[in-house]
């Protein structure tokens, strides 16, 4: 297939790129480096230095002889956005071209306005672009598993059916998210699945919980790594305790630490896209799965990463820190996620040994580690 990365240069997509590059397919990625700006201007930098995304296809080139296509530029922009889709004319497209931060939408109005912007301009364009340059070309959008919030039911792979008066409908599962960002994918999610029954769109939505996790089967070499961010805004919580383990920094676990999220080794996400454009979408269909392969508390988390350290030596620590976002601490939480097993995933769950890999390769790059940078108490309130 001739699939478009958008948003190629992020934690995601670059080793989305490379994975769908190694399995034989065309890609272009195309970014616009706004996760890197947004890291100087908010004096949070990953673990490590990235290459650019030139670089990064260089590298990859001359390791596995494939030639991945580099756009650069903004698709707020109209232009742009036609410049891509006319010089590609992809038969897929995999969206990840959104801020991805619920800290980060929480900074301030700035902050909120620019996650509303960018991500329902860039899903709109994305739609516009569709219908006028490749009518009959998948979208994978990548959702996320906090549209639904922690409601006190299941939750179910995106459709509920109610039973009203006698009749029944099925209707998008109810969602009531827990960040503006988390909100922003509610309303892209809504902007799909109008033009879906408008247009005949081929939409899958995945619904994805916390990644975590550095290593995939193509990065061996290790400037081909995504970024690794372990800051209060652009860390997800795994990663962040696995830094902190390293840091002897105790491990931050927000309030009581009972909120329970579901999530996935970064390996997973990229086989989750890839099934995903292998199996697609009908045109007039949105497809809707849940992408997490196991769920933990966030006490949890830390009391496996305080186990894989301590195996290593390592003294951890774990600290309840003043929760800095409004969100239930203790609740009820199961989700339904059997959609992306059946097209044939096959998880990679979160072992001792998995820890031990990343805390060992962070240990090697401790001095990197600015601890000031970990806890920044970004309010929601
Ligand atoms: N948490 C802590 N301590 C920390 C950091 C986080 O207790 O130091 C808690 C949070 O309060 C939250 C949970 O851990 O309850 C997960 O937080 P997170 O920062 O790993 O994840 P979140 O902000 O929800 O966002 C991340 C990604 C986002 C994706 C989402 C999936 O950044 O792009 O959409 O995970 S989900 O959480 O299922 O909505």
Redesign the pocket.
Known sequence: MNILILGGDGYLGWPTAMHLSGKGHEITVVDNYLRRRMCRDEDVEPLFDVPNLFERTRIWKAISGNEVKVMIGDLMDWSFVAEVFEATKPDAIVHYAEQ????YSMLSRRAATMTIQNNLLVTANIVFAVKEFCSKSQIVKIG???EYGTPNIDIEEGWLEVAHQNRREKFLYPRQAGSLY?TTKIMDTDLLWFYVRMWDLAVTDLM???VYGLFTDENNDHRLLPFFNYDELFG??LN?FVVQAVAGYPL???GK?G?T??YLNIRDTLNCVRLSLEKPAEPGQLRIFNQFTETFT?NELAERVKKAAGALGLKVTIRSVE?P?K?AEEHYYNPRHTGLLELGLKPNYLTDDVLTRMLEFVMAHKDGIKTHQIYKKVKWD
Request: net charge positive; glycine share 16%; aromatic share 4%.
């Open positions: 991805p931060s619920a800290p996320t598993m906090g988390h994805q919980g916390p997800t919580v962040r931050t676990v927000y630490g909120q999220r579901g966030v929760n976002r969100e």
